[in-house]
């Protein structure tokens, strides 16, 4: 049985070390350690299925030289990391698509992470309370049991009981699920910045509102953000030992 799956859990394996090997050349280190692990993981599987013991010593060899690679990006940020001079750089560029919250946080929702802190002036109109509410729920189908998301914002003057009354229903619904929501309002804030309790800090330059208003209702990209064209703008990943906690 293992047998009829094994082309696509090869070109799985294919496809995410691809990946992998893309973003270590364009150094995002702890994306492409991700999808080294995960495709490792994957050759691995098809290793199990193998029959021809020539195609296991092919396999070995690539899952060993792989495995290495992840080792050295592994030691050198955590030298990194220890020094505090972590520092990544992905820059979106204008009507790209692939950067949905899943594909540019998940490799950071993960090593105990149980509390967030959101800063974003703008977390006020329908559109920014919907992107708002994504993260969220991005945060929720990670790895770690985060306990507490932080929201900082400005206060919308103009349609105050609407943005009030969006975040109280955000909070009840994150309660349901055991996650206190904390929202916080400041007429000086200007800065954006996501920090995770894991030591990762990520500033984007346009925070959580980078991508465009959908074509319509009903074209690609409405629902599934992976797909929707974003604003251009640059992604900074840091690393601390000391995640600032107010």
């Known amino acids: 049985m293992a047998q009829d799956f094994l082309p696509g859990m090869e070109s799985s394996a294919i496809s995410v070390l691809k ?19 995960e495709g490792i993981q994957l050759l691995l599987d098809v290793l199990k299925a193998v029959k021809d013991e020539s195609k296991k010593v092919h396999y070995r060899e690539k899952i060993k ?11 050198h940020m955590n030298k990194l990391k220890e020094e505090g001079k972590y520092h990544e750089q992905v820059k979106i560029a204008d009507n790209s698509t692939g950067f949905s919250y899943e594909s540019l946080f998940k490799p950071y929702i993960r090593d105990g992470l149980t509390e967030v802190w959101v800063e974003d002036p703008y977390v006020r109109h329908v559109h ?3 992107n708002f509410l994504r993260f969220c729920e991005m945060v929720l189908k990670g790895p770690c049991k985060v306990k507490t998301i932080h929201l900082l914002t400005s206060k919308d003057e103009e349609r105050s009981s609407q943005q009030v009354s ?16 904390d929202i916080q309002f400041s007429s000086t804030i200007h ?56």
């Not at 973003?23 to 492409?32: K, N």
């Not at 969006?166 to 929501?181: G, P, T």
């Not at 074209?219 to 640059?234: F, M, P, Q």
């Open 19 to 37: 990946r992998a090997v893309e973003l270590d050349q364009s150094s995002r280190l702890q994306e492409s350690l991700v999808c080294y692990q």
């Open 65 to 75: 030289g792989y495995m290495d690679r992840a080792e050295q990006i592994k030691d």
């Open 128 to 130: 920014q309370l919907y």
């Open 166 to 181: 969006a975040l109280a229903e955000i909070r009840q619904s994150l309660q349901s699920e055991n996650v206190c929501l």
């Open 191 to 246: 800065d954006r910045e996501i920090r995770f309790n894991n030591g990762w800090i990520i500033k984007i330059g346009r925070g959580l509102d980078y991508f465009k208003k959908p074509k319509g209702r009903f074209s690609i990209g409405y629902c599934d953000y992976d797909l929707r064209e974003c604003h251009e703008t640059t992604v900074d990943i840091f690393h601390t030992k000391h995640t600032k906690t107010t």
